[in-house]
């Protein structure tokens, strides 16, 4: 979630249950530290959510700046807590939103894994020996208030053993494939349904850029448009349940692995910029998918525009902008040219949310991914953002489409070369010779050290 996101976070005074709202307390004291283990838990059983301090329990009214020292809300003050009273320990994370110029703490909570997270401990022990905030051995939910209270309902331990058992099934699966199976090609029709979903989600991306009044340094017909597919056994799709909740349950792992500040697929919180349910046609049938924001009521134009869409069907596209072209560190004299990290950022950032949903969704033996990169005549390819050339060629084409299929088996224990498999034929384009090709050069470790520079919401799946 970007940091604007956040901020509404704090000035919405939402009642969703995916959100714990919190005063300015001492992370310090016994009993508040059991109580915030115990918000944690819930939210992290809860598929995920958020922890914001600050903010008035009764009211929901921002408080303004503390007179707590701001130390008490740092990440380690947070993980010492998670440590001390859960299992599994959720990989959370601390941020700081801006509203009315007070940095405000969020606590990201990621979703449960295969395992529901539970208590380890009892909180401090009231005037009758009885725990306070939090009681060893339970599992705590979201419920109406919201608050976070022990499971009871039916319905709740079905929503949780289900996510549960989606990644443990998906675990025991890849190995099950790896051993017994060799995976035959995905269906054509398959194929042709990620095509359609590409070609229908770059048109209409196309199509709201050249109704919005865009700065001279924006090229309007060029951008990638890329996505994947989930692969049954069989080679049809793996049809895909609730997207919109899965989608959000994948944002939150996201911010581990592909996350600069924004991140492919992000569903935003704002009611006009959140994801919508629509319908729309793909060779002649009706398909339902979860739409990302349209450009038009983004209010401020980034870098570089995206436009999304994720299908029921199975299937997942992104059309984006080129940052290159509009960097602030460009230099127009240059030739135009795509930069090696940002390549390298995009098709990880689609990789990553194709291997979290899979991980999440049962059945899936093979991940198709289609790449469609436009307005490509005559670009050169850089380390950096002038003039620093990785390669000696230009493209000659405009246009680059091409289709990959990764065995599931592969991206989820080999990511690294699953990851390389599907950026070389890019880099290919660019190479007219040389000492050493792009395939020599990308390594493990060059792509690590590219990822640094996106900070440390990035970074390969073997990490």
Not at 147 to 176: K, T
Not at 364 to 372: F, G, K, L, Y
Request: overall charge negative.
């Amino acid at each position: 979630m970007a940091e604007s996101e956040l901020s509404e976070l704090v000035a919405s005074r939402s009642e969703d249950l995916s959100i714990e709202y919190k005063a300015w307390l001492a992370t310090s004291d016994p009993t508040a530290r059991a109580k915030l283990a115990r918000h944690i838990a819930a939210l992290c059983n809860h598929g995920g959510g958020y922890l914001v301090f600050g903010i008035d329990d009764g009211t929901r009214a921002p408080m303004g700046e503390p007179t707590l020292d701001r130390g008490l809300f740092t990440q380690d003050e947070i993980a010492g807590i998670v440590r001390r009273y859960l299992d599994p320990r959720p990989a959370i994370r601390v941020e700081e939103a801006e509203h009315e110029g007070v940095r405000y703490p969020v606590v990201i909570v990621p979703s449960h894994g295969s395992r529901p997270v539970f208590a380890i401990g009892d909180g401090p022990q009231d005037g009758g020996g009885r725990p306070i905030g939090i009681r060893k051995g339970v599992v705590y939910v979201r419920a109406a208030g919201p608050e976070s209270v022990p499971i009871s309902s039916p319905d709740d331990w079905n929503a949780l053993f289900d996510r549960c058992l989606a990644n443990r099934a998906d675990h025991l699966g890849a190995i099950l494939r790896t051993a017994l199976a060799r995976p035959g090609r995905p269906l054509p029709s398959a194929g042709a349904t990620l095509t359609a979903a590409v070609d229908a989600t770059a048109d209409d991306f196309e199509s709201q850029i050249y109704e919005l009044s865009l700065p001279t340094q924006y090229v309007k017909n060029a951008y990638s448009a890329i996505g994947y597919s989930l692969i049954r056994e069989d080679g049809g799709l793996v049809e895909l349940h609730e997207i919109r909740s899965l989608n959000q349950r994948v944002a939150m792992s996201m911010r581990e692995f592909a996350y600069n500040g924004w991140a492919t697929f992000l569903p935003l919180t704002l009611p006009e910029r959140a994801p919508q349910i629509r319908t729309g046609s793909l060779l002649g049938e009706d398909r339902v998918y979860l739409e990302g924001i349209r450009l038009s009521k983004m209010g401020t134009l980034p870098g570089a525009l995206d436009y999304w869409r994720i299908y029921e069907a199975g299937v997942a596209a992104i059309a984006q902008g080129y940052r290159e072209d509009s960097h602030p560190d460009r230099r127009p004299s240059n030739p135009p040219f795509l930069n090696v990290k940002l390549i390298l950022w995009r098709l990880h950032s689609l990789l990553a949310h194709a291997r979290l949903v899979g991980q999440e969704t049962p059945g899936v033996q093979q991940i198709s991914v289609r790449m469609d990169w436009r307005g490509l005549a005559g670009r050169m390819l850089t380390w950096d953002f002038r003039d620093w050339y990785a390669a000696n060629g230009t493209v000659v084409d405009n246009r680059f489409a091409k289709t990959i299929v990764l065995d599931w088996a592969d991206l989820r224990h080999s990511y690294f070369q699953a990851l390389r498999r599907v950026v070389l034929p890019v880099f290919a384009l660019f190479e007219s010779g040389g000492e050493r090709s792009m395939s020599e050069l990308l390594t493990r470790t060059a792509v690590k050290s590219a990822f640094e520079e996106f900070g440390k919401g990035a970074r390969l799946f073997e990490d």
